[in-house]
Each structure stands twice: as C-alpha cells, then as structure tokens.
T-cell receptor, first 114, second 116 residues
C-alpha cells in the first residue's frame, strides 16, 4: 500500500550546522503522489512547511528545501544552516492525486542546540 | 486566533464509556477530516467529509462515528471506549476535498485521549 518512511528520530544538531531528514515513499497508484512536509513546533499544531506536486521540482520554505525525486521515490528535507527555532517534529506525507487521505511518516523530532 | 479549534485538549475516559471530540474550523473550508496518532505510530487517516457528506472512511470500527451539524463542524463520537483507543486525534480541513489536486490540509492542535 501507500506509505512513507522517514529518518528515525530524535535528531540533534548544533546551530548553524546543516540538516537532512530523509523521506522515501511508496505509492501503488499509477498517479503520482503529491508530497508534503509538515512541522509541529512545541505547543502548536501541525502546519504545512512545503509541498511539491510535480516530480523533479523543488519546494522551499523558511530556508528548508525538498526535491521530489520519482526515480529514487524520495523527498528529503534539507537546510543548510539550522537555527534553534527550527526545533520541532517534522512529518513527511503524501496524498495520491484524486484522493484526500494523507499518508504520514512517523515524524522526526529535531532538537537544535545553541 | 486559532483557525481550527479542537476540544477538549486532554480527555481521560474509562473503558466502555462514550466520548465526543469537538472540531470547528474557521477557514471557510468545505472539507474536514479526522486523523489519529497512537504512540510511536504515524498519523493515520480516519474519515473525510466534504460539504457535510462522508467521502471516505478508513476506520474499521463502527464505534467511531463522525457527526457534522454544520459545514464547519466535524465532531467525532467514540463509543464503547477501549484502552487501545488512546491516541491523539487530529482534525483537519481543506478548501475543496472533492478529489481536487493540490488541496493542502490544515490541522488542529489535537485532542489527546487516554482510556483507562
């Protein structure tokens, strides 16, 4: 079935270091999935970080980037230089075109040390 | 101001009882959803509603019943509660929900349910 696998947490990095959180997906439908990264900051609800609906394209937001790679079925989240305020739980998700049920990864807890 | 309100934030219930989780959205969206996240598991899709009609149900148990009294409300009634129902339940909404591509879902803060 459709599923998402992402880096097991928790992940701890120092401020100004680079970050990559891996995400790979499996989609059984012939329709390509739309891919999302959601984030939950401490004490807040899930919010959209970025999304990409077309294979080969890159999404970016708040210094984070992710490229939709259909060859490797990946959608890794990267940031060149993290800040303490990036500490949160990050979720990779997919939804198949024409459907509304999202499939989420388990979430990756990120702690950035000042 | 919060755009998606879930009440209560925390809920403790005894096995066999019945509870209702409340969700209201003030985003003007036409579609609403329920998800569940149990410990160490990913968020799991449960239901989707569009224009107050059930579109998709991926919850096996009939103990979970969504209730939509208004377009911007989608409550979740859970009967005969079991300890395995303990989880955080998230409500979400999106603009269309009619199988339209690119429809971003916006999530509420969740209700954390503990069944003893």
């Amino acid at each position: 079935g459709d599923s998402v696998t992402q880096t097991e947490g928790p992940v701890t990095v120092s401020e100004s270091e680079s970050l990559i959180i891996n995400c790979t997906y499996s989609a059984t439908s012939i329709a390509y999935p739309n891919l999302f990264w959601y984030v939950r900051y401490p004490g807040e609800g899930l919010q959209l970080l970025l999304k990409v609906i077309t294979a080969g394209q890159k999404g970016s937001s708040r210094g984070f980037e992710a490229t939709y790679n259909k060859e490797t079925t990946s959608f890794h989240l990267q940031k060149a230089s993290v800040q303490e305020s990036d500490s949160a739980v990050y979720y990779c998700a997919l939804v198949i075109t024409g459907y509304q049920n999202f499939y989420f990864g388990k979430g990756t807890s990120l702690t950035v040390i000042p | 101001d919060p755009k998606i309100i879930q009440k209560p934030k925390y809920l403790v219930a005894v096995t066999g009882s019945e509870k209702i989780l409340i969700c209201e959205q003030y985003l003007g969206h036409n579609a609403m959803y329920w998800y569940r996240q149990s410990a160490k598991k990913p968020l799991e899709f449960m239901f989707s509603y569009s224009y107050q009609k059930l579109m998709d149900n991926q919850t096996a148990s009939s103990r979970f019943q969504p209730q939509s009294s208004k377009k911007n409300h989608l409550d979740l009634q859970i009967t005969a509660l079991k300890p395995d129902d303990s989880a955080t339940y998230f409500c979400a909404s999106s603009h269309n929900g009619l199988g339209v591509n690119q429809d971003t879902q916006y999530f509420g803060p969740g209700t954390r349910l503990l069944v003893l």
